[in-house]
């Protein structure tokens, strides 16, 4: 393990999932994340409103606010009623975006292959990823953790060869709004397996700069002692990035 302070910059993200109003698009933008006080060089802010809330966000973010989308289109321009196409995310100037939200996974059928081809075809259109894995918390129970993680990553490794877009948002589904964090060694625990292997199967340069970032109930009052581990490399944040 490296210290996360050396070579990789940090990343913040805030998932609103489906929340918000267009009045909350522009006051959180201009009296929240306006007046974040931190240094770009050091950690990329980024925040994934919902699509009818994008154009809101990104007409009133400064620009050390990057701002990026919950999911993206398997599919290009045409007759795909209901989805947002990389053409779109990109000509709109839009930067990042999720992909493989344990969401999208459970909620809306999206299996490890569909989210391997967006994360595919968000990074070939120039898209700063953040692919998110993780665990069901019977998976945990049962010493699945590494497997599920490592099956998730297989299949994005089988489509990507250049991980310099990609980001992993690790998410143990037990901890997304439940209020019960992965404790830090935990969590450390696993992105330290992540990061070997990334090592074993993409590169040793992947394994040194691909950003881990842990999400799941991270609040003010957590953060700190998770961002202390040395494969913590940021946060993917829900519920307390509305507030
Ligand atoms: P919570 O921070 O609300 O647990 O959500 C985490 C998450 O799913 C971020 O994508």
């Known amino acids: 393990t490296q210290s996360n302070t050396m070579a990789r910059r940090l990343m913040v993200g805030g998932n609103w999932k489906c929340n918000g109003t267009m009045g909350f698009a522009k006051s959180h933008s201009t009296d929240v994340l306006n007046k974040l006080k931190f240094d770009p060089k050091k950690v990329e802010v980024v925040v994934a409103p919902t699509a009818l809330h994008l154009s809101t966000v990104m007409a009133n973010v400064s620009n050390n606010v990057h701002v990026a989308t919950q999911n993206l289109s398997l599919t290009g321009n045409g007759a795909f009623t209901g989805e947002l196409s990389t053409d779109m995310i990109t000509d709109a100037g839009i930067t990042h975006t999720l992909t493989g939200h344990s969401e999208r996974r459970t909620l809306y059928g999206e299996s490890d292959a569909d989210v391997a081809k967006k994360t595919k075809l968000a990074a070939d259109a120039g898209l700063t990823v953040l692919a998110c894995i993780g665990e069901l918390l019977e998976e945990r129970e049962s010493g699945k953790t590494k497997d599920v993680n490592e ?3 297989n299949a994005i490794r089988e489509l990507c060869d250049d991980w310099s877009k990609i ?75 509305l507030k």
């Open 151 to 153: 099956r998730q990553l």
């Open 167 to 241: 980001v992993i948002a690790y998410e143990p589904v037990w901890a997304i709004g439940t209020g019960k964090t992965a404790t830090p060694e935990i969590a450390q625990e696993t992105h330290a397996e992540i990061r070997e292997w990334l090592g074993k199967n993409v590169s040793a340069d992947a394994q040194k700069n691909v950003r881990i970032l842990y999400g799941g109930s991270v609040t003010d009052a957590n953060a700190a002692e998770l961002i202390a581990m040395p494969d913590i490399d940021g946060f993917l944040v829900g519920g307390a990035s």
